[in-house]
């Protein structure tokens, strides 16, 4: 459970939170929505701690605090360490195995009589239920099953995890969240490096996950496929909407709407008392209508048009007219090392195709 009470945050005058109060389960899957600038990322790192609202509280259920996977949407550094091994070291198995070895050390210059026999026999019990907890014996099958699902090659599971280019770094940091399946997952744009097939596996993988998924994303089919409700961040506010993606839009366009319709009938409203008052102003006999409009009006909650994302304008100048020909490639070959891209590619565009 996550709990945000009264958070307001703002960056000089801008506005980020304002008093938001909303309550997500531990089952919950969430799209979280917005413009581009209006605090969703800033959302995220409040929740994990990392930034500090300006008023309210952030409230996780006590076996959450501690153990929240979080997908950052900027590329992070990763240690020099063999890709599987990495994985070994963020889901815990490498720290139970060395505990592990250590008690066996112990424990084989130790008698069954010593003060200290009992101790670390204990410790070497909790340590091996928690290595069959994490399912060790099997750890280094599913993780290349995960790395395998997400395009990296057999010959890639000893290779140093900062050699890596940014795009595979993000997809090593979505293998060790999934493998950790951690009751809350914070996923900032977990399609942007991903392609087809990557894509395909993240989603029939996440389908089965059994804790709190909230994800940030432009990725409109992603949204449709992984959530059941849908959050939107604006003007400070959170607005949920049951359903997933296009869901949301077709409730958004009716509430739109209902609201563009209050909103008339509000303004004909206003204008008919401002009409009397003005009409009345100086009538003795009418003071008290006009006085009570004039409070009417004062205390009336004015319906505003919602803000509406801007559109992007591109304009394509003029150019020359193209040859016929556009493009004649022929026996086009391509290596990276041994991976083998292309391999007697012919190809010809014309003016026109497209």
């Not at 958070?7 to 799209?31: E, P, Q, T």
């Not at 809350?184 to 097939?197: K, R």
Request: aromatic fraction near 8%.
């Amino acid at each position: 459970m996550i709990n945000l009470q009264n958070l307001s945050l703002s960056f000089g005058k801008r506005v980020i939170f304002d008093r938001i109060a909303w309550r997500i389960g531990d089952k919950d899957r969430i799209g979280l929505v917005g413009d581009n600038g209006a605090g969703k990322t800033t959302l995220f790192r409040a929740i994990l701690g990392e930034q500090e609202p300006d008023e309210g509280d952030i409230f996780l259920s006590g076996k959450n605090k501690n153990n929240i996977g979080y997908l950052p949407q900027d590329v992070a550094e990763l240690p020099p360490l063999p890709l599987l091994d990495y994985l070994r070291q963020k889901s815990g198995i490498t720290q139970v195995e060395e505990t592990v070895r250590q008690c066996e050390e112990h424990l084989a210059h130790l008698r069954p009589d010593h003060l200290s026999y009992e101790e670390v026999l204990k410790n070497y019990e909790q340590a091996m239920q928690r290595f069959q907890w994490l399912d060790g014996y099997a750890f280094d099958a599913k993780g290349k099953q995960m790395l395998r699902g997400f395009g990296f090659r057999e010959d890639d599971f000893s290779k140093n995890c900062a050699d890596f280019s940014g795009g595979w770094k993000m997809r090593i940091l979505l293998s060790v969240i999934l493998l950790a399946a951690p009751p809350i997952m914070l996923l900032d744009e977990p399609t942007n490096h991903l392609d087809t097939e990557s894509m395909e596996w993240m989603e029939s993988y996440l389908k089965d996950y059994q804790g709190c998924l909230i994800a940030i994303s432009h990725d409109h089919m992603f949204l449709d496929k992984m959530v059941d409700q849908i959050a939107e961040l604006s003007r400070g506010k959170i607005y949920l909407f049951r359903g997933n993606y296009s869901d949301y839009q077709q409730e958004k366009a009716k509430r739109r709407e209902i609201q563009e319709k209050t909103m008339i009938r509000q303004q004909e409203e206003i204008e008919r008392i401002e009409q009397f008052v003005e009409r009345f102003r100086y009538k003795a006999t009418k003071a008290a209508q006009v006085q009570s409009r004039l409070k009417m009006l004062e205390k009336m909650d004015i319906v505003r048009e919602e803000s509406r994302s801007r559109a992007i304008a591109i304009h394509f100048p003029p150019c020359e007219k193209s040859g016929k020909d556009v493009l004649e490639m022929a026996n086009i070959c391509k290596d990276y090392g041994s991976l083998q891209v292309l391999r007697g590619v012919d190809l010809h565009l014309s003016r026109g195709e497209k």
